[in-house]
Nanobody
Framework: QVQLVESGGGSVQAGGSLRLSCAAS????????MGWYRQTPEKQRDLVAK???????NYADSVKGRFTISRDNAKNTVYLQMNRLKPEDTAVYYC??????????????WGEGTLVTVSS
């Protein structure tokens, strides 16, 4: 019923930048929030950044000042601009969608993940 398509991952040297995109489609009535999480083999999936329908944002302390989340409501797309990347940012990044779908049900959907690798 809901699909999330992520793009923009890849490999970059420390200090570089990447921009992730995630487009949501399907029987979406309204989007409550969209966000990005990341996971490594050693850690659980943790919040990186989140933006609500009202435009409020919150970030993990480790990325504040370096990452910026934004949203294009017309395209149901969320972006994560990542600057001054560090090797510890290396992870699989997952897009998350909290929405109400056409059946009036609440959904919490995940993308398949996109790998970000930062080399020192």
């Amino acid at each position: 019923q809901v699909q999330l398509v992520e793009s923009g991952g890849g490999s970059v040297q420390a200090g570089g930048s990447l921009r992730l995109s995630c487009a949501a489609s399907g029987s979406i009535f309204s989007i409550n929030a969209m966000g990005w999480y990341r996971q490594t083999p050693e850690k659980q999936r943790d919040l990186v950044a989140k933006i609500t329908s009202g435009g409020s944002t919150n970030y993990a302390d480790s990325v504040k000042g370096r990452f910026t989340i934004s949203r294009d409501n017309a395209k149901n797309t969320v972006y994560l601009q990542m600057n001054r990347l560090k090797p510890e940012d290396t992870a699989v990044y997952y897009c998350n969608l909290e929405a109400t779908i056409a059946t009036n049900a609440e959904v919490d959907a995940w993308g398949e993940g996109t790998l970000v690798t930062v080399s020192s």
